[in-house]
């Protein structure tokens, strides 16, 4: 079993990639990350090799996306990650040319996770995207499925979710580390933006030994790796907490146990 020293990733926010978590050289054996911001007139190429991606466009302006003759132009993102609008997105297959061109300022989450080559690329409009309310109270946040596993690919599963100050989130505490017919073993990155962009939140990850048991305050543009365990989040008083979850693993479904220990939240 990847030891990791922290499963906290700091990101440099003012760099043109915040945060880059390659698959496996984090320790993962099954998703990777990549945060990029791009300055109007800038343009991203590379090759998906391996691996499927979802490219999500999460704030900014026009950007035009291309995965081998597929050509999406100008599409215009949201003014903010917290906006209560759904974000567009690209499916890319492995052993395709990805071109991202700006046409204005404008970041985008891209998420990993190694494939065969079974689908196509495709626009994910997000017109399509299911969003809802989970949990009541001070436990209300808002979700935004934008590569659930009712939409094809081969491992990946991409959700956003925006939580109001003062309240939390993944909460009760849930893990996805084991497989079975109630639970599915899925790796876990969260990338985590703050409003207003100088606020903090709190992630912990842990597992019922305590063999993990790590709690950090993250800042604007922070990863957290989930390899395995409870991961449960707080926004603290005064500051939105947005996060994207990228999660694959040998099967491609989201099935979780609640910590028995506060399982008692949801059944009150």
């Known amino acids: 079993m990847t030891h990791f020293s922290s499963y906290h990733i700091k990101a440099q926010p003012e760099q043109r990639v915040p945060v880059d978590l390659p698959i496996k050289k984090t ?6 990350f990549r945060a990029l911001r791009l300055a109007a007139g800038e343009c991203e190429v590379f090759e998906s090799a391996t691996l499927e991606h979802c490219i999500t466009v999460l704030q900014g302006g026009a950007v035009s996306i291309s995965v081998g003759d597929l050509h999406c132009a100008n599409l215009r993102g949201r003014d903010s990650v917290f906006a209560a609008s759904a ?3 690209v499916y890319a297959p492995p052993k395709h ?6 046409h204005e300022v404008c970041e985008l989450g891209i998420s990993s ?6 689908h196509r ?3 994910l409009d997000p017109a399509m995207m299911t969003q809802s309310v989970r949990g009541a109270g001070s436990n209300a946040r808002y979700i935004c499925d934008i590569l659930p596993e009712t939409q094809i690919a081969e491992s990946l599963l991409v959700v956003e979710v925006r939580t109001p100050a003062g309240h939390s989130s993944s909460y009760p505490p849930h893990k996805h580390d084991s497989s079975s017919a109630q639970e ?7 990338y985590h933006r703050l409003n207003p962009a100088q606020g903090f939140a709190f992630q912990r990850v842990y597992t019922d030994d305590r063999s993990i048991d ?5 800042e604007n543009h922070d990863c957290v790796l989930v390899p395995r365990g409870y991961h449960p989040c707080a926004a603290v008083h005064g500051y939105d907490l947005y996060y ?4 694959a693993g040998p099967v491609r479904h989201w099935a979780f146990n609640n910590d028995p220990q506060h399982d008692w939240l949801i059944k009150k």
């Open 97 to 102: 040319k990805i071109t991202i061109t700006a």
């Open 244 to 247: 994207l979850n990228t999660m």
């Open 121 to 123: 690329a495709r626009y």
């Open 214 to 218: 790590q709690a950090m305050a993250v």
């Open 184 to 190: 599915t073993a899925l790796e876990e990155i969260y």
């Open 27 to 32: 320790g993962l054996q099954y998703i990777g």
């Open 87 to 89: 974000p567009h997105a």
């Open 113 to 118: 996770a190694p494939a065969k080559g079974l």
